[in-house]
């Protein structure tokens, strides 16, 4: 269970790396740099469409086919952003400094009525933020938001060379059925009890406040650049001049 404690210190942390300067073009942080234990992880709305098509679209062709099944095209991936039900289902994001939608999540509810007590997961973190946890934090978060409505049962398909997403599954205990080259994992879901839906609330709160941050954080660097711009303008401009 996630400690309320915990998500403070965590959004403590978080806040110390947020005033270095986002640094344009920067290549993945090393290897070395360890996973919070604690991701703000939000919430995503229907205003961030086109940011879950555009990081859905930079992954390569592997990881699209590992993530829908089939080698998704650009068009595929766009009708699929274009068809999200967020009224229905609940769709979660990480976001890093500079504002990019680095890994997201997708908790489907399902439509059958015989099976509304069940959700799909389905998960993609871009390439050069894996392997820091936050795979298996969407899943635990996604996991507690479906636990918090009532359901049951969650669901994951994934291709059985997938050891990734399997791994992900089996360390928070579902069984794993192989068919073949395709596999399906299924965790049973504890009832919500007043600590789940207070965990949750909180770890949203933090995730939505971390956001904030960002954006406001993102303006003051853009804004400094800007200035700088204008500056080395200004100082090339009297530097060409005769006097
Ligand atoms: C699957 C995916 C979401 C994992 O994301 P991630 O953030 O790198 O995963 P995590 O860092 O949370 O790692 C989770 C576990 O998998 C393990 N793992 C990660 N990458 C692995 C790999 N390539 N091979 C084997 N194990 C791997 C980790 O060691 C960790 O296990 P541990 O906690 O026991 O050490 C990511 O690889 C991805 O986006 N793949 C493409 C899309 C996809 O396959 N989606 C899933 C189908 S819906």
């Given at each position: 269970m996630v400690e309320t404690i915990d998500l403070v210190k965590a959004s403590i942390e978080a806040g110390k790396g947020l005033l270095r300067p986002p640094l344009?073009?920067?290549?993945?942080?090393?290897?070395?740099?360890a996973a919070p234990v604690l991701v703000p992880i939000r919430s995503l709305g229907v205003n961030h469409r086109d940011r879950i098509a555009h990081h859905l679209m930079s992954l390569e062709p592997r990881d699209r086919y590992l993530r829908f099944g089939f080698a998704a095209t650009d068009e595929q991936i766009q009708r699929y952003a274009d068809t999200l039900n967020f009224e229905r289902d609940e769709i979660f994001g990480i976001y890093n400094r500079r504002l990019e939608l680095i890994a997201m999540a997708h908790l489907a509810f399902s439509v059958d009525p015989d099976l509304s007590s069940c959700a799909e997961f389905g998960v993609s973190v871009s390439k050069s933020a894996r392997g820091r946890g936050y795979g298996a934090r969407l899943f635990d978060r996604a996991a507690m938001h479906a636990r918090n409505e009532g359901v049951s049962r969650m669901f994951i398909h994934a291709l059985s060379e997938n050891t990734a997403m399997l791994k992900i599954a089996r360390n928070a205990g579902a069984t794993v059925e192989r068919d073949g080259h395709e596999s399906e994992a299924h965790l049973q879901l504890s009832p919500a009890t007043f600590d789940s839906r207070w965990s949750e609330m909180v770890a949203e709160q933090m995730a939505q406040t971390d956001y904030r941050i960002k954006v406001q954080v993102k303006q003051f660097w853009d804004f400094l650049a800007e200035v700088q711009s204008l500056r080395r303008e200004v100082q090339d401009a009297q530097r060409g001049s005769p006097n």
């Open positions: 344009e073009g920067a290549g993945p942080p090393p290897e070395s740099r």
